[in-house]
């Protein structure tokens, strides 16, 4: 059951410590399962954890979690090489598609390799709901910070650009994130874009921004973009409690 539309919520958050699990299921992405519509049978929600190299700690985290929520869990992997035969085929059968951090210059590297953008595409266009943290928020824009390279931060700009913007996370809790989008956008390097703080996430439907969401109290999300002198003017966005 697609989505009616094209949909991605890109966060800084999604997941929350766990009691019997070393992660639960945070609101944002309980929100994303929602928009997906799915009724009257578990919800099928695949994991990514490209960025995180497919980490074996990772899947297992994921499937107790999809254990914990009822939900019928899959997962792609690319390392030693993919789990399923055909990726988009996988991703087409799915309610929604919920993408790890990590290092996202590793992610799109990886994923440029093994089409994995196409079948994203494809997933995205059929109404599939795509959703991720840090760099599986990333991901979706034309690109944003990253960490990928060393501790200090540097720019990526080739996102799968489903989204005309650029994308910042963690922009609350991690020193260089919040100066650095501000000055690549600032500088014409990066497109305008959203960013959010750790527990924010942006939804959107096609290429429309339509509503900033929280699951952490004060947590927000801003629009960044380019003055008329040249300098980057931030908007905190209302941004509504999932809570």
């Not at 992660?23 to 944002?28: E, K, N, T």
């Not at 899959?74 to 929604?96: E, G, Y």
């Not at 996370?169 to 390097?189: C, K, M, N, T």
């Amino acid at each position: 059951m697609p989505a009616d539309r094209p949909t991605i919520l890109a966060t800084s958050g999604g997941i929350d410590y766990g009691t019997r699990t070393k992660w639960s299921v945070g609101p944002l992405t309980h929100h994303a399962v929602e928009l997906s519509g799915v009724t009257g049978r578990a919800p099928r929600v695949c994991y990514l954890g490209t960025a995180g190299g497919d980490s074996a700690e990772g899947i297992r985290n994921f499937y107790d979690m999809t254990v914990e929520e009822g939900w019928h869990g899959s997962h792609v992997q690319l390392f030693s090489m993919p789990n399923v035969a055909d990726i988009t085929a996988h991703l087409l059968a799915q309610d929604v598609v919920w993408v790890f951090g990590g290092s996202v210059a590793g992610l799109l590297a990886m994923w440029e390799l093994h089409g994995v953008g196409d079948a994203m595409r494809a997933a995205w266009e059929a109404g599939v709901v795509l959703t991720g943290v840090s760099a599986g928020s990333i991901c979706w824009h034309q690109g944003g910070t990253t960490d990928s390279f060393g501790p200090d931060l540097r720019p990526i700009t080739n996102g799968l650009g489903f989204l005309p913007y650029s994308n910042g996370v963690h922009y609350d809790s991690e020193e260089q994130r919040r100066p650095l989008f501000q000055s690549l956008i600032a500088s014409g390097d990066l497109p305008a874009g959203y960013a959010t703080d750790d527990g924010a996430g942006v939804l959107y439907h096609d290429t429309e921004m339509v509503e900033a969401l929280s699951e952490r109290d004060g947590a927000l999300a801003y629009f960044v973009e380019r003055g008329p002198d040249g300098t980057a003017v931030e908007t905190a966005l209302e941004t509504r409690s999932l809570r």
